[in-house]
């Protein structure tokens, strides 16, 4: 499973400004939506899989990697297959039918949902959660005025980006511990197997607020009083990449427009 | 009960760019009964040699023996409870397991995981409490209540109730107060002495492996890089120093008093034989 990890690499990709990835994405994802035919989406993918090299990941990987979501979206493609009315009946039975337009809407569906995780997959990839964070910051800053506790959230988001991993390893760690003490997980019904997840949540949720109340306590102690009136040891910046993404979107967004049938 | 390792080698996440080198072609027995430690600096892959012990992880080629069950890669992770009661484990910081309401629930809380009654499961709990030395009053709180060594007894407790023949402490006496670590490692040593527990014990103390430790294996990048008794160990100190280890403080001493001219037949490991070979030469009695 890759979906939300970061590679270190040091490659085209990796270097664009955070604040430029997280809204591409959010802006490809939104362009996704305009492509409505087979040129188009062949474009989107050809865009998207030409991405991977250019961010250093090998395809082989970046497929396994992704394999994990194949069955929500085999379900949506179902769903939309089975339940589309309209258009020419080509199969029917019982109350399941197969139209020519749930054929197309269950592919165009496929298309979208692949060509998303693709896009925000590669955004993990190649961007430090702590980028993130920061993008979400910068980019929310206009909302200040609003009374939007834009830098509280911003910490919040870092401090809970930093414990993932932490956790994740408390986690292993207490799993393990209660194993050899004859735990088994993911065995038994599901009454048995919600059992078993007590001893594990206890002991995460305990050490989770020791964490918090040590972290609360280190932070003070170095000055820490509020996010008002600090100043910044990573500092965003644009570069002539961020503007060549940008160009490439303008661009795929006018040829997606122009290559759109109505 | 022999723990056996046949050509171990263990990698993780084998196969994505995060792959990581657990262990190298590691090839050792540790045998029943003995008092082995495992030395090594910082990320040598001794916490991963350990969970090969129980077989919380498996060798991604090679076998470990543990008893009569032969562990290799394809071992299925079911039917393995059993092994697991034989083989106790002690984590690091092991107070971070604790979960239940009270402290004997919680030290009863493994023996029952392997089919004990629960009335027989408490009062072994609360037998296995005194054996650790914790008072009887503590039974009925909550672990949550207890100081951090208090918790560090509770959690070996809960480990030692299971009845392991096996017995493999993490670092058991990191972060604790010298006293807190003395009783602790009395305690091992008696269980190793007095019931023939297997004790394999990781650890960062020369002073603990000098005095207690009758095997030490050495790890370096993953790999065992020498095994034998403490005094074969550590009788070169250049070597020690290569591999980012230490001297136990007598064997240091005995090493600069040396060089003023004293002499020793052998590298003393321990104080008592330290105070044994000085008091003949400094024309004192036979140090008892």
């Known amino acids: ?262 | 009960m022999d723990i056996t390792f046949n050509h171990v080698s263990f990698t993780y996440q084998p196969g994505t760019p995060f792959a990581g080198t657990g262990l190298r072609d590691v090839n050792t027995t540790i045998h029943g009964g003995e008092y082995t430690a495992i030395v090594g600096h910082t990320g040598s892959g001794k916490s991963t040699l350990l969970q090969h012990l129980n077989a919380l992880l498996k060798p991604t080629a090679g076998t470990v023996t543990i008893g009569d069950r032969v562990i290799t890669p394809t071992t299925n992770n079911k039917h393995l409870r059993a092994l697991r009661q034989q083989v106790g484990m002690v984590f690091q910081f092991p107070e971070s397991q604790l979960f239940e309401s009270t402290v004997q629930r919680d030290i009863a809380f493994g023996p029952e995981n392997f089919g004990m009654a629960p009335d027989e499961a408490a009062a072994l709990a609360a037998e296995t409490a005194r054996l650790v030395g914790l008072p009887d009053d503590l039974l009925t709180r909550s672990p949550f209540d207890l100081s951090g060594g208090q918790m560090r007894r509770v959690a070996i407790a809960g480990v030692l109730a299971m009845r392991p023949s096996v017995l493999v402490l993490d670092e058991p006496t990191a972060g604790l107060d010298p006293a807190g670590r003395r009783d602790l490692m009395a305690l091992f040593a008696r269980l190793h002495t007095e019931e023939g527990l297997t004790i394999v014990l990781v650890t960062h103390q020369m002073d603990d492996v000098a005095n207690f430790a009758e095997h030490v294996l050495v790890m370096d990048g993953g790999a065992l890089v020498r095994e034998g008794t403490p005094r074969e160990v550590f009788a070169d100190a250049a070597w020690l120093r290569d591999h980012s280890l230490a001297q136990p403080t007598t064997t240091r001493m005995a090493g600069a008093l040396a060089a003023r001219g004293f002499h020793f037949d052998q590298p003393p490991l321990t104080l008592d034989e330290l105070a044994d070979a000085l008091a003949p030469q400094l024309g004192g009695h036979t140090h008892e």
């Open chain 1, 1 to 262: 499973m890759i979906l939300g990890r970061y590679i270190p690499g040091d490659s085209p990709i990796h270097r664009l400004d955070p604040r430029t990835k997280l809204l591409g994405c959010f802006y490809y994802i939104g362009i996704v939506f305009l492509a409505n035919n087979w040129i188009t989406y062949a474009l989107m993918f050809a865009l998207t899989l030409g991405l991977l090299p250019l961010a250093h990941v090998r395809l082989g990987f970046f497929l396994r990697g992704v394999r994990a979501i194949i069955y929500l979206i085999l379900f949506t493609v179902l769903l939309q297959l089975f339940f589309t009315t309209g258009g020419h009946v080509w199969w029917q039975w019982g109350w399941l039918t197969v139209t020519s337009k749930g054929v197309v809407n269950a592919v165009y569906i496929l298309c979208r949902l692949v060509l998303i995780i693709f896009a925000s997959t590669l955004l993990t990839l190649t961007t430090q959660p702590l980028g993130l964070a920061d993008a979400v910051e910068s980019i929310l800053k206009p909302l200040k005025p609003l009374h939007v506790p834009v830098t509280e959230l911003a910490l919040m988001l870092s401090i809970a980006l930093r414990f993932v991993p932490t956790l994740m390893d408390q986690t292993t760690k207490t799993m393990n511990a209660q194993r050899a003490r004859g735990v088994d997980f993911g065995s038994g019904g599901p009454i048995k197997q919600l059992k078993a997840i007590v001893p594990l949540f206890i002991p995460l949720f305990v050490s989770a607020f020791s964490m918090a109340d040590d972290l609360a306590t280190a932070m003070e102690a170095r000055g820490f009083r509020g996010g008002d009136g600090r100043t910044r040891y990573r500092a965003l910046a644009y570069h002539r990449g961020d503007a060549v993404a940008v160009v490439l979107l303008v661009v795929l967004t006018v040829v997606l427009i122009v290559l759109r049938t109505h």
